[in-house]
């Protein structure tokens, strides 16, 4: 209930100067129902302040102090000397903010207009602790306002959940942990039934300052969410300045067929699995990965063994780091992305920041990517600086079995004591088509190639740009424009790069080695672009070696093919079964030893 004072304030009751009314509460308002509990009885008592009114017309206003502003219909009700105040019973007040309330009326008497407004009433709208608002169905999700009640969404694992305003877990401490950490949704340490299965709505705002330190099976602001007939759901989380510290030493057997037993850390969900769909989220922050598993920059691993997942829409912003050292039978994954993903679909992703360290794999995307039945990576794009000590690293992703790769772009620069690879560094049974890589440098310990390493599917209209060069520094490995080994059929593909240089082994413009055991793939209208090829033993504009049909091919070398111990071409050293036609060279000078 308000009340009006007796007697105006100040003012004239024009429009421009209205009568000034002080409106107090006379009972308590707890609106941690979400809505204001007085729909009916909201009442404004004003009986000595003025005489009988007449076509009263009323209008209300609340205000949040944040700056954020919600309009309240209000529709009068006169009896005798009391009016009544109905709300729209669509108006929501978010719980947990204060608000003014003040209330304009106008009225007419004796022929004359009368204009009243009441000063600002402030009003603190409460919350608590447990969720209360909505149903946790589809149609009526749960509704998340405060840190407390995120992290109650643990005890509701199958529910749908709308987030209603951001949320700053700094200093939080989360249900079973210390120290203001994050205790992951779902799926903690094992892989029984306590991941979430349900929907989370982030409704497009933030959560911030999510902190997770020490050594569980599954890390993330979710830990595993599985779904079932009905898929899980999560979207529109913006969760930023996140931060993980993964301090899991457990053994890692990367031979083992059961994915749950993969220890996984990703700062938006650790592990999905089986009928999951992510969509619209972003993530930005650090992590020190120091354990072993498979770690990503959204996701850990995304599994669908028994139902189609897909990443949609989803942007990753950060730094993660890893150890310097790390023991052979840890191998593991590291992307920017998703670790590890199998039957999965990922599309309109992006990555930015870097990855440094050392682990099993360095990837701009995913670790690995494959899957007969729905695995794919479509119109995604990493710009990443990925830096490694002795692990490969590659601009988009290790590995594709099987998979479809589509409309991808690699901007990153890379950099390790291995191999490292432009795009990815071995396929299989895969269609690969209109994928680029435009970066700046490309050096490998072990080897360095353009955009693949190793290569047994279809590829098309790829195009690889280094604007500086592409380069392996140790002993036994090749530099290539696009590709160290390529068993398959290659068409309408391009490589334009500054210089190729292999310190200890032989380099190419093009690709080392077509297929050379008589198989008869075909390489159509492809070409490279190269102003200087200089290795050690083996140089050569387009290729070193070939068992193919190559047609409507060429090479431009601006400067010099140069090998200082072994043989240069200014196109093909060595065809051994296939053949050439409508090809060509272009070259300055050929030095060999």
């Not at 005890?155 to 700094?170: T, V």
């Not at 829409?313 to 590890?340: K, M, Q, R, W």
């Not at 490292?420 to 088509?433: E, N, P, V």
């Amino acid at each position: 209930n308000f009340t009006f004072t007796t007697l105006p304030l100040q003012g004239l009751g024009s429009v421009e100067q209205p009568f000034v009314l002080q409106l107090t509460a006379t009972t308590e308002m707890n609106t941690a129902d979400g809505k204001l509990p007085l729909i009916s009885g909201l009442s404004v008592d004003f009986t000595n302040a003025t005489s009988v009114f007449e076509n009263l017309q009323v209008t209300g206003d609340a205000k949040v102090l944040d700056g954020t502003e919600q309009i309240l219909t209000i529709t009068p009700q006169v009896s005798e000397n009391r009016m009544s105040l109905a709300l729209d019973e669509n108006a929501m007040w978010e719980a947990g903010h204060n608000y003014e309330f003040k209330i304009q009326f106008a009225c007419s008497h004796n022929g004359m207009i009368y204009n009243f407004e009441t000063l600002p009433l402030s009003i603190e709208s409460e919350t608590g602790d447990e969720i209360t608002l909505g149903e946790g169905s589809n149609e009526n999700p749960y509704l998340i306002y405060t840190a407390k009640q995120l992290d109650k969404v643990r005890n509701h694992l199958n529910a749908s959940m709308l987030q209603m305003r951001d949320i700053d877990l700094a200093g939080f401490t989360s249900e079973g942990c210390s120290d203001g950490c994050w205790n992951p949704i779902g799926g903690r340490n094992t892989y029984g039934n306590d991941y979430f299965k349900g929907s989370f709505n982030g409704n497009n705002h933030k959560i911030s300052n999510m902190k997770i330190v020490g050594d569980l099976h599954y890390m993330g602001l979710f830990g595993c969410v599985r779904g079932s007939d009905t898929p899980a759901e999560i979207s529109n989380i913006y969760l930023v300045d996140a931060y993980i510290e993964d301090n899991y030493s457990g053994f890692f057997d990367y031979s083992d067929a059961d994915l749950n037993k993969y220890p996984s850390v990703g700062f938006l969900i650790g592990m999905i699995a089986d009928n999951v769909n992510v969509s619209g989220c972003h993530v930005s922050g650090n992590m020190d990965f120091n354990g072993s598993g498979l770690c990503g920059g959204i996701i850990g691993i995304g599994s669908s063994m028994g139902g189609q997942s897909s990443v949609t829409d989803c942007h990753f912003d950060g730094n993660i780091s890893l150890p310097e050292t790390v023991p052979s039978e840890n191998f593991a994954y590291c992307a920017g992305c998703i670790g590890f993903g199998i039957n999965l679909s990922v599309s309109d992703c992006t990555t930015k920041g870097s990855i440094t360290g050392n682990l099993g794999s360095v990837s701009g995307i995913v670790g690995f990517i494959g899957g007969a039945e729905f695995g794919q990576i479509r119109n995604c794009k990493a710009s990443m600086d990925l830096r490694a000590i002795e692990c490969p690293v590659m601009g988009f992703t290790w590995m594709a079995i099987a998979a479809d790769l589509v409309n991808d772009i690699s901007e990153c620069n890379l950099s390790s004591g291995g191999s490292a690879i432009g795009f990815l560094s071995q396929s299989q049974l895969a269609f690969i088509q209109n994928c680029s890589v435009d970066c700046e440098y490309i050096i490998g310990g072990q080897g360095a190639s353009g955009f693949t390493a190793y290569c047994e599917s279809v590829v098309s209209d790829c195009h690889v740009k280094v604007s500086d060069k592409i380069q392996s520094i140790s002993d036994y490995t090749g530099a290539y424009g696009f590709a160290d080994q390529v068993y398959g059929n290659i068409s309408n593909c391009s490589v334009e790069v500054g210089d190729i240089i292999a310190t200890s082994s032989s380099a190419a413009g093009f690709v080392n080695d077509f297929d050379d055991y008589g198989a008869a793939y075909t390489v159509f209208n492809c070409f490279s672009i190269v102003n200087n090829i200089t290795s050690c033993y083996g140089s050569a504009g387009f290729a070193n070696e070939n068992g193919s049909n190559i047609v409507s091919c060429y090479s431009i070398v601006n400067g010099t093919v140069e090998s200082t111990a072994g043989a240069a071409s200014p196109f093909i050293n060595d065809s051994i079964y296939g053949q050439i036609a409508y090809c060509y060279s272009v070259f300055d000078s050929v030095v060999a030893a």
